[in-house]
Structure formats: structure tokens, C-alpha cells
């Protein structure tokens, strides 16, 4: 499993980077702010990685920081949140909304987020309330 790679910008798109390791290219989705960040730079760069493998595709979802990564991890183990979901909610919420938001059971934070039904934000609210709680008291 890869979960960190070093390089630099060869592209980037709204959605997505291609980072030349050593003369490999890999495609990594990422949110659009994480994005904004990187393509200011032109050394090399770290990114976090969420690898997911399917049987038809293998992708890459990149982060700046190990707890965006986590945050990601525990979205997608909500049941109804995908990958594509997952960075959606990210893209338009910072890992501290999600966190507050979850602590204090705002669900109208995640009904804004187009996608994002009130049964599927009370989902999120419930089954990560514990886990968020645990993990950033």
C-alpha cells in the first residue's frame, strides 16, 4: 500500500495532480483548496496518500497532512460515503468544521453540501460522534 509520496508537479487540474516520482507519473485526486496550495510550489512535495483499489482501477487520494487523511478514513466508513463523497464534503469543509460540526451535531452544516442528503448527515453525525470524540478530546 502506498501511503506517502515525494515529487514534483508535472499538472494539475481542478480535481486532481500529476506527480512525477522519479521519472513516475501518478494521477492523485485531492480537494480544490489542497490543490490551490500545492501549485504555488515547484520543488519537491510530499502528499499523503488513501490508495483505493478496485477491480477495474486503482486510485490515489491525496492530502497535505496526516490528519486530513484520517478525517477521510473515517467519512469513508460511514455507510452511504464514498470516495467521490468524501472529497466532496472535504472540498467544501476544513477538517475543523467537520470535526466541530460532528462534536456538536450540526447537521445543517453537512445538508448544505450538495449530495448530501439529511438522512445521509445525520448518518455521518452518528456514526463518527464516538469516534471524533475519542480521537480529538
Same mark, same amino acid.
Given at each position: ?7 514534483? /508537479? &508535472?499538472? =494539475? ?30 520543488? %519537491? /512535495? &510530499?502528499?499523503?496518500?488513501? &490508495?483505493?483499489?478496485? +477491480? ?10 496526516? +490528519?486530513?487523511? &484520517?478525517?477521510? $478514513?473515517? #467519512? ?10 468524501? #472529497? ?6 476544513? $477538517? %475543523? ?22 438522512? #445521509? ?8 460522534? %464516538?469516534?471524533?470524540?475519542?480521537? =480529538?478530546?
Amino acid at each position: 500500500m502506498i501511503v506517502k509520496l515525494k515529487g514534483r /508537479i &508535472e499538472n =494539475y487540474s481542478e480535481n486532481y495532480i500529476d506527480l512525477d516520482v522519479t521519472n513516475v507519473v501518478y494521477r492523485i485526486f485531492m480537494t480544490d483548496s489542497n490543490i490551490s496550495a500545492l501549485s504555488e510550489m515547484s520543488n %519537491e /512535495i &510530499e502528499i499523503f496518500i488513501y &490508495e483505493i483499489i478496485k +477491480e477495474d482501477s486503482r486510485n490515489f487520494i491525496g492530502f497535505n497532512n496526516q +490528519e486530513e487523511r &484520517e478525517i477521510f $478514513c473515517d #467519512l469513508l466508513s460511514v455507510q452511504g460515503v464514498g470516495s467521490k463523497m468524501a #472529497l466532496n464534503i472535504m472540498s467544501n469543509l476544513s $477538517c %475543523e468544521e467537520i470535526i466541530s460540526s460532528i462534536k456538536t451535531e450540526q447537521i445543517s452544516i453537512f445538508t448544505k453540501i450538495s449530495g448530501v442528503g439529511q438522512k #445521509l448527515a445525520k448518518r455521518i453525525l452518528n456514526e463518527l460522534k %464516538e469516534k471524533i470524540q475519542k480521537k =480529538y478530546d
